[in-house]
């Protein structure tokens, strides 16, 4: 999992990692970057679908 959330854009990668790994609340990581809750639930939904993408593309190649 690590290589697909070094890949995301660093936008990306730090909202994702205060969300699931902080265990920190939209509004925590608004405050704390300076932006919008709905940027952060945007940044959220973008990060999870390149995360689902770049993961099941591993899967697949590992299957093959």
């Known amino acids: 999992i690590s290589f697909a959330v070094d890949s995301l854009k660093d936008k990306y990668k730090t909202v994702f990692f205060f969300f699931y790994m902080e265990g920190l609340s939209q509004q925590e990581i608004a405050e704390i970057t300076n932006s919008t809750e709905k940027s952060v639930e945007g940044i959220l939904t ?13 899967y697949n190649e590992m299957k093959d």
């Open 46 to 58: 973008r990060s999870r679908s390149q995360m689902r993408d770049l993961l099941k593309n591993y």
